[in-house]
């Protein structure tokens, strides 16, 4: 059972926030709180140390876990569990209202930020593309394809058509690589050439290829690939 020397540290973080603001905390700390209480065997933040380190201190691929994942671990009953992935949601939707905030594309960070919630966390490739009107503002966001680890397969069509009836006069493509690797395979490239020649006929510039990872992303316009 857990004494009064273990109750009172478990609340430390509390105080802390409340006296240095949240900036002061670690994130083991951060996650005390959210936990609320310990275990038979661990207080609130020794609890929260161990979650850490299940997940190499790694809040991405903590968001990542399930329900029942997370349950499965000592310490962690359902309450706890939801806990945790509530609040992890939560600051992935502050990222897309972040977004919204951004809509003018002037560089591939922009655009960037803008796509990386539709992302995050994905465990296998999706293909998107950001519309753009002719002042460069972002007017939707088209969902293209989804697949599996390795890939995913891209109808030129869809994008056009899309990119055709919004009345866009910009396109900006973007896939994720789960894996995290950056670097464009040669069917990326390919896929890319293919489509900006289309979009020339078509009169639809293809401005950006995105390569998208949690961490960062690649630029085929940077890169001089466009």
Same mark, same amino acid.
């Given at each position: 059972?857990?004494?009064?020397?273990?109750?009172?540290?478990?609340? &430390?973080? &509390?105080?802390?926030?409340?006296?240095?603001?949240?900036?002061?905390?670690?994130?083991?700390?951060?996650?005390?709180?959210?936990?609320?209480?310990?275990?038979?065997?661990?207080?609130?933040?020794?609890?929260?140390?161990?979650?850490?380190?299940?997940?190499?201190?790694?809040?991405?691929?903590?968001?990542?876990?399930?329900?029942?994942?997370?349950?499965?671990?000592?310490?962690?009953?359902?309450?706890?569990?939801?806990?945790?992935?509530?609040?992890?949601?939560?600051?992935?939707?502050?990222?897309?209202?972040?977004?919204?905030?951004?809509?003018?594309?002037?560089?591939?960070?922009?655009?960037?930020?803008?796509?990386?919630?539709?992302?995050?966390?994905?465990?296998?490739?999706?293909?998107?593309?950001?519309?753009?009107? &002719?002042?460069?503002?972002?007017?939707?966001?088209?969902?293209?394809?989804?697949?599996?680890?390795?890939?995913?397969?891209?109808?030129?069509?869809?994008?056009?058509?899309?990119?055709?009836?919004?009345?866009?006069?910009?396109?900006?493509?973007?896939?994720?690589?789960?894996?995290?690797?950056?670097?464009?395979?040669?069917?990326?490239?390919?896929?890319?050439?293919?489509?900006?020649?289309?979009?020339?006929?078509?009169?639809?510039?293809?401005?950006?290829?995105?390569?998208?990872?949690?961490?960062?992303?690649?630029?085929?316009?940077?890169?001089?690939?466009?």
């Amino acid at each position: 059972m857990l004494n009064l020397k273990s109750l009172v540290f478990q609340d &430390r973080p &509390r105080h802390k926030l409340l006296v240095n603001g949240k900036t002061s905390l670690t994130t083991s700390e951060l996650l005390s709180i959210i936990l609320r209480t310990g275990s038979q065997k661990a207080n609130a933040l020794q609890l929260a140390q161990s979650i850490l380190t299940q997940y190499d201190n790694n809040l991405n691929k903590l968001s990542l876990a399930e329900p029942e994942e997370l349950m499965s671990l000592s310490g962690i009953g359902e309450s706890k569990a939801l806990s945790i992935i509530a609040t992890l949601e939560l600051s992935r939707r502050k990222l897309m209202s972040e977004r919204e905030e951004t809509k003018t594309i002037s560089t591939s960070r922009d655009a960037y930020n803008i796509l990386l919630p539709e992302f995050l966390d994905l465990p296998h490739e999706e293909f998107k593309i950001l519309l753009l009107n &002719r002042a460069n503002k972002v007017t939707h966001i088209k969902d293209i394809s989804k697949g599996g680890i390795a890939g995913t397969v891209v109808d030129r069509r869809l994008i056009f058509k899309h990119a055709i009836h919004c009345l866009s006069s910009g396109i900006i493509l973007s896939h994720n690589h789960p894996s995290g690797n950056l670097k464009p395979s040669q069917e990326d490239i390919r896929i890319t050439k293919e489509i900006s020649e289309a979009g020339k006929t078509m009169g639809i510039k293809i401005l950006d290829h995105l390569i998208i990872t949690n961490q960062s992303y690649y630029s085929f316009a940077d890169e001089g690939l466009l």
